[in-house]
């Protein structure tokens, strides 16, 4: 395989060769300082919310699993609105991802509302 074949990707076979293995362990993520952390959360009751109102309210991302919940339980659109509301007082972001997700962004981050490699 020729140098132009391996950056334009025109072999599609492909061997254990062409991957590296990356170990966490080699990142030390202490010594780096994030603008944000991407937090993830399951919420099964109302007890639930107030971690993430903090993290988004201190300009973190969270990604929310939302399957402990039951959609026609008043709760659940008790908490989504909460959380709907935490979004708009922050200028966040906030979109549920079918019946299993729930992601809300802190100030000035916008989630597409399009898939990625669709057309």
Request: proline share 3%.
């Amino acid at each position: 395989m020729g140098l132009m074949s391996k950056i334009l990707g025109g072999s599609d076979s492909r061997s254990t060769g062409d991957y590296v293995e990356l170990d966490p362990a080699d990142f030390d993520a202490a010594s780096s300082e994030a603008a944000m952390s991407v937090h993830i959360a399951e919420i099964s009751g109302k007890e639930d919310v107030m971690d993430i109102k903090d993290a988004v309210y201190d300009g973190d991302l969270v990604i929310a699993d939302i399957t402990r919940l039951r959609t026609e339980d008043p709760t659940a659109e008790h908490i989504t609105d909460e959380l709907r509301q935490v979004a708009e007082e922050v200028g966040g972001d906030i979109v549920q991802k079918g019946d299993d997700g729930i992601i809300v962004t802190p100030t000035g981050v916008r989630i597409s509302r399009e898939k990625l490699g669709v057309r």
